[in-house]
């Protein structure tokens, strides 16, 4: 009789019990998942970012192109990138985050597959702009994504800091896995490598990635996001078409004008729009403002001129594509150690101090790069690489924290889309501009000493770039203002 009582009694809560911690469990793993293919996605996307640097020599060659046409296989990537991605968080938030993940990665690898497959430099450059659309969509869920993964404060925080990792040691592994693809299984497979590891992370995210969306999502603002795809288009080919027909030519002369006119008229747009992309209020808040800026410098400087510092050592110094990604990996590697160690003060650091100092330690390295020249050896870049990287190390979480400080908790998906396409856009725009102080005809060994030159001029115009956007940062920010690690409750 009382076991009879006692089975009746307790069966149904031991099942409850049993239904919950199940519940629980595949709720935890499936957390631990979402973070896995975030990861692996982003560091797919940083790493096709690192590794092609080091590959350009060899594509160059192969495809019988010149100094325009690397240019552009990199800016193809970054232009779409820089564009689209705000539209694709406005997508994912109204059609489903990991939908537009799934369909991220389908695009990036077909995009991949396409570049791989390559046999011209034009048709390099369109699949890379396929692989820009993929990656814009890749960039724009990530923190969504988390967010919904990890609702409480720690887990998030642990997530973010894993996040920031992956990015981090992506940058540091991306050249030196660029030059051993290259050097040993061919550039081709800088590229190729992407399709197995996007299906299978798409098969992954199929399975255990909850999908997500907002209830009240924004509106897609398509007449902004036409008209600011017009403006970097035209704006980067007039800057890389300026030295081949010369700066007065009247293609060059429409492309800058219309370029600028399209950024005139969408600022306009946005202005009246009712659903902008790119919010212009937010940008009333000096310290939001000033963080942009500060993106937009240390991208149009250090990240645009580190593909001519490429070009320099196997073009100039006859570095081989292993031994040109292992000049980057002192300086990446340091990079993740004082990221590390600013995170843990980040609670007590001026972004005043932070930012500014960071932005001249990087213009300190680019001047330190200018005592390389064509009789050098590759320890001569050794000083300017690592005082560069390492000051990026500060840069990097100060950014995240602020941007994610001075954004309200439910526009900080939008916060970070535009931080990503100050810095995309800086990037491409930094490549194009920093390109044109280098004579064409001098890349890939043509003339040594004139491609030595026009690298000195470049590098000095991203030192001036790092200078002038420390001095906006240093005279813009609050200097009560204390910067927040990212994660934390506002």
């Not at 005592?371 to 050794?382: I, N």
Request: a positive charge.
């Amino acid at each position: 009789m009382t076991s009879t009582v006692d089975q009746s009694a307790f069966t149904p809560t031991e099942s409850l019990g049993n239904t919950g911690r199940k519940r629980a469990t595949r709720q935890s793993t499936s957390s631990r998942i979402t973070l896995a293919v975030v990861c692996i996605a982003t560091a797919m996307l940083m790493l096709d970012i690192a590794v092609v640097n080091t590959a350009l020599t060899s594509i160059a060659l192969d495809l019988h192109t010149d100094l325009p046409g690397v240019q552009w296989a990199v800016d193809a990537y970054t232009l779409p990138l820089a564009a689209l991605v705000l539209t694709a968080g406005s997508l994912a938030d109204r059609l489903g985050r990991r939908r537009i993940l799934l369909a991220g990665l389908a695009v990036f690898s077909l995009g991949s597959l396409g570049c791989s497959a390559a046999g011209s430099a034009g048709l390099l450059v369109a699949t890379r702009a396929v692989q820009g659309i993929g990656a814009a969509a890749l960039f724009a869920v990530p923190l969504a994504l988390l967010g919904h993964a990890f609702p409480d404060r720690n887990g998030r925080t642990a997530a973010l800091a894993a996040f920031g990792a992956t990015i981090g040691a992506s940058f540091a592994i991306g050249p030196l896995v660029g030059g051993l693809l290259t050097e040993h299984a061919g550039w081709r497979w800088i590229f190729l490598i992407n399709v197995p590891i996007g299906v299978l992370v798409a098969a992954v995210a199929l399975r255990w990635v909850e999908e997500s969306q907002d209830p009240h999502p924004r509106r897609i603002d398509w007449p902004g996001q036409t008209v600011l795809t017009a403006a970097l288009l035209a704006l980067i080919t007039g800057l890389l078409r300026g030295d081949a027909d010369g700066w007065t030519s009247a293609l060059v002369l429409l492309c800058l004008g219309g370029g600028v006119s399209c950024l005139i008229a969408f600022l306009a747009i946005e202005h009246g729009s009712s659903h902008p992309m790119l919010p212009l209020p937010m940008f009333a808040n000096r310290v939001f403002a000033t963080t942009q800026v500060a993106a937009f410098a240390i991208s149009s400087s250090l990240f645009a001129v580190l593909l001519y510092v490429s070009l320099y050592a196997q073009g100039v110094l006859g570095l081989s594509p292993v031994q040109t990604g292992a000049i980057y990996l002192p300086g990446t590697l340091l990079m993740i150690v004082v990221a590390a160690s600013t995170s843990k003060l980040v609670g007590r650091v001026r972004p005043t101090v932070a930012l500014a100092v960071s932005l001249l330690g990087v213009a300190a390295g680019l001047a330190l790069l200018t005592l390389a020249d064509e009789h050098s050896s590759w320890v001569a870049t050794m000083p300017g690489i690592v005082l560069a990287c390492g000051a990026t190390g500060v840069f990097n979480p100060v950014m995240s924290g602020l941007v994610l400080q001075e954004s309200a908790a439910t526009q900080a998906g939008l916060a970070t889309g535009i931080n990503d396409t100050f810095r995309q856009t800086g990037v491409a725009l930094g490549i194009a501009t920093l390109g044109s102080f280098i004579p064409t005809a001098s890349a890939f060994g043509g003339d040594p000493a004139g491609y030595v030159t026009g690298l000195h001029h470049a590098l000095w115009a991203a030192c001036a770039v790092a200078v002038v956007g420390a001095a906006v940062v240093g005279r813009s920010t609050p200097r009560r203002a204390r910067v927040r690690a990212p994660g934390a409750d506002r």
